[in-house]
C-alpha cells in the first residue's frame, strides 16, 4: 500500500493525526522552542521525561509518548537526529525511515512531521520535505506481491508540516521530487526482490515498457533475430542455455533533443536469473541469483525519475536481459563468442557472464555516437572482498568523469570507493585463440571483470559500479529494507541532474 504525502502551513502540534514526528538535537533537549511548547500542553510532562533520561538528541534514539488529549496528536514520536552541525540527507533518510516504520508498529494511520524540528546548518526545511517524502516510499517499502494475507498496519497519510515562511510551490515542488525518487527505488527493489519464475527477460522488458508508457519515453526491445543482425553474439552466447528469449531494452528519455552530444547511457546488467551456466554455482550460491538483474532494474528504476524531473540532458537506458542456464544448448567453456564489435573473446568460465552481456550493451551504446557511459551491475563477488557492503566499487577510464560519478553519489548518501585500472591488469585476460578471454584467474577479480567491460569504451568516458555487495541487505535499518536495496538509483538521478546543470 502507498502513503499519501501532502504539506500544510501552520502549528503541527494542531495537526490531526495518530503521531506526530518532532527532531530533537543532541543538547537542544530542554532549549527547543517545540518541546517547551509540547511541555506545557502536557503539564510539564515532557520535562520529567527529560529529566528522566528518557528522551535524548543521540542519533536514532526515538521515544513515543502518548498525548491523552494535551495536544491534537495522539501520540508524539521523538527523533534524536545527534550533533546539528553533522546531520546530513542520508543521516535523515535513515532516521524518518525509522521513525515511520516505529510510528507503523504502533497502529498510526496518519503520521504529521514538525518539518522545522529537523532543519540544521546543512539541511533545510526544503531537504526536510524532500527525504520525508522519499523516506515515506522507501522506508514504508514492503513486498508483499504473493503474501496471501497482506500486512494491516499502514500508514495511509503523511503530513509535512513546514512553517510560515516557506511557498507552497517550493514545497510541493520538493515533496514531488521525493515522491519521485522514493518510487523510482522502489521499482528497482520490486523487480530485484520478483521470484524468477516470473521475473523473465520478457517481464523484465514489459516493466521497462509499462516505465515508458507513464513517462512518456520511448522504448525498444531488441529481439533474439535482430541482436544477431547486429552482431551481439556475447549475450546471445550467455542466453544460448535458456529456454527463455534474451532482450535488449532501450529506454530513451530526450532533455535536450536538439544537442545529441548532450547525452550519457546508462547500461544495467540484466541477467534475470545466474545458474553459472555450465559452469554451475553451488547450491548456496544460487540462493540470491535472482537478483543478479540489480543493475538492470536500477537503470529502468532511474529512468522512471529522469523522465519525471526532467533533466536538460538526453539519457539512453540500456539493460541486456537473459537468463544465463546449463540447458543443452549452452556456451561451454572454451567457446569463442563476437562482440558488436567484432572483439573475439574466449569463455573461460561460464559464470562470468555479466562482462559478457555489458560488452554489447557498451558496444551499442558506442554505436549511437553516445561518449558518456555508465554500467551497473552485480558484476563480481570479489568487490565484497574488497570493500565489504559499505560502499560501491568505482571503476573508469576519464578520472574528471569518475570523480563526477562519485560526486553525484555522495549528493545522495551512495558510498563509492574507486578501485585501480592499471595497463598491467590487462595481461591476466590475454587469450591465446582470442582476442581476450572473459577471467583473468583469482587475483584482482572486481578490476578484471571491470576492465574486460571497459576495453569495449573505446574514446568515451565511462565508469562501471559494481554493486555486487550493496545490492541486497539482510537486515532492515535505516533506509534499507531486508531485500534487494535499489543500489545505485539515487546515484543515476543524481548524475544526471548534476550533468543537466
Known amino acids: 500500500m502507498t502513503t499519501d504525502v501532502r504539506v500544510s502551513f501552520g502549528d503541527s502540534l494542531r495537526s490531526a493525526s495518530d503521531c506526530l514526528l518532532i527532531g530533537v538535537f543532541d543538547g537542544e533537549e530542554d532549549m527547543n522552542e517545540l518541546l517547551q511548547a509540547c511541555n506545557r500542553s502536557l503539564n510539564n510532562g515532557l520535562e520529567v521525561i527529560i529529566k528522566a533520561g528518557e528522551l535524548s538528541g543521540n542519533t536514532s534514539n526515538f521515544t513515543l509518548l502518548h ?19 553533522l546531520i546530513s540527507l542520508s543521516l535523515l533518510r535513515d532516521i524518518f525511515s525509522s521513525a515511520l516504520r516505529r510510528a507503523r508498529g504502533a497502529c498510526s494511520g496518519s503520521v504529521s512531521i514538525a518539518a522545522n524540528s529537523f532543519v540544521g546548518p546543512q539541511i533545510t526545511e526544503n531537504d526536510v520535505v524532500e527525504c520525508a517524502a522519499e523516506s515515506s516510499q522507501t522506508g514504508l517499502y514492503r513486498y508483499e506481491r504473493f503474501k496471501s494475507v497482506p500486512s494491516t498496519k499502514n500508514i495511509k497519510l503523511l503530513d509535512l508540516v513546514v512553517s510560515g515562511s516557506a511557498t507552497e510551490k517550493t514545497m510541493n515542488d520538493a515533496m514531488s521530487r521525493g515522491i519521485s525518487v522514493g518510487n523510482s527505488v522502489n521499482i528497482a527493489r520490486d523487480l530485484a526482490n520478483a521470484p524468477p519464475n ?14 515508458a508508457r507513464e513517462t512518456g519515453a520511448h522504448i525498444e526491445i531488441i529481439e533474439r533475430e535482430e541482436m544477431a543482425k547486429l552482431g551481439m553474439g556475447a549475450l546471445i552466447g550467455v542466453s544460448q542455455g535458456s529456454t527463455e528469449p534474451p532482450k535488449f531494452i532501450v529506454l530513451r528519455y530526450e532533455g535536450d533533443q536538439n544537442n545529441p552530444d548532450n547525452s550519457i547511457a546508462l547500461l544495467g546488467k540484466g541477467i534475470t536469473f ?4 555450465l559452469d554451475l554455482k553451488s547450491a548456496s550460491g544460487m540462493r540470491t541469483m ?7 532494474a536500477a ?18 537506458g540500456i539493460v541486456p536481459a537473459t537468463e ?21 573473446l574466449e569463455i573461460d568460465n561460464t559464470d ?41 566499487g568505482a571503476f573508469g577510464n576519464d578520472s574528471s568523469f569518475t570523480e563526477k560519478v562519485i560526486a553525484a553519489g555522495s549528493e545522495v548518501g551512495e558510498r563509492i570507493w574507486e578501485l585501480p585500472t592499471y595497463d598491467e591488469y590487462a595481461n591476466q585476460y590475454d587469450s591465446d585463440i582470442a582476442d581476450i578471454k572473459n577471467t583473468g584467474g583469482a587475483a584482482a577479480g572486481a578490476i578484471i571483470g571491470a576492465m574486460i567491460i571497459g576495453r569495449f569504451a573505446g574514446d568515451a568516458s565511462w565508469v562501471h559500479l559494481d554493486i555486487a555487495a550493496t545490492s541486497l541487505t539482510n537486515v532492515t535499518k535505516g533506509d534499507r529494507v531486508k531485500g534487494a536495496t535499489g543500489s545505485g538509483v539515487r546515484t543515476l538521478i543524481s548524475l544526471c541532474e548534476l550533468l543537466s546543470s
Open 290 to 296: 535472482k537478483g543478479d538483474m540489480a543493475g538492470g
Open 352 to 392: 562470468a557472464e555479466g562482462r559478457l552481456v555489458l560488452a554489447d550493451a557498451v558496444c551499442y551504446a558506442r554505436s549511437l555516437g553516445i561518449t558518456k557511459i555508465v554500467d551497473v551491475a552485480t558484476l563480481t563477488g570479489a568487490v565484497r572482498a574488497a570493500l565489504g557492503q559499505q560502499c560501491i
Open 67 to 85: 498525548t491523552f488529549g494535551g495536544v491534537t496528536p495522539d501520540r508524539l514520536l521523538f527523533c534524536g537526529l545527534g550533533d546539528k552541525e
Open 324 to 344: 544465463n542456464m546449463p540447458g543443452g544448448g549452452a556456451q561451454r567453456p572454451g567457446d569463442v563468442v563476437s562482440t558488436m564489435d567484432g572483439t573475439t
Open 299 to 316: 537503470v529502468i528504476g532511474a529512468m522512471k525519475a529522469i523522465s519525471d524531473i526532467r533533466p536538460t540532458l538526453n539519457v539512453v
Open 198 to 211: 516470473f521475473m523473465t527477460p520478457t517481464e523484465l522488458s514489459n516493466a521497462a515498457s509499462g516505465v
Open 274 to 277: 545466474d545458474s553459472g551456466g
